[in-house]
């Protein structure tokens, strides 16, 4: 979709984006992280940025495991020895007219609070499991069209009281 333009071109690219993600398992995402921190590896990237916000299975339901899909992508790193930051990222709805709840059900947090708990789960586990140096964790809002301001207050201020790095799209 990179070669359409006009009209509708952005939001066809990304509805094709969004089916594609859809049928992703946690298996594939391991394999394509992996697949791709090689490639960038042998061309001589020797740290990566990743802005997560895959969050939930394929229907949207939780994984048992909070950050299943995180860890996956910092143990494709780990496993191919790449340095990785990797960007939780939240998204709550849409756009700015849309409604809380209508972002893409994989990205989907419905509540920060439960948000910042599995991110602060999170971020122990990376600090356990990994070197300072080779992985680290940080938090972002998709956007302030994504992310009520409230919310974005809430992950500002849990980003500055862990002392990680907060992100958003501008």
Known sequence: FEHRSGPGATAAGRDAQDRAIARLTGEDVFDVARATFLELLLAGVTCVGEFHALHHQPDGTPWPEPGHLAREIIRAAHDVGI???????????????????????????TDIDAFLRETELLRRAVERDFPADEAWLGVAFDSLATVPLEACRAIASYARAQRLRCHAHL
């Open 83 to 109: 340095r990785i930051a990797l960007l939780q990222v939240a998204q709550v709805r849409a756009d700015f007219a849309a409604a809380a709840g209508s972002a893409p059900a994989r990205s989907r947090c």
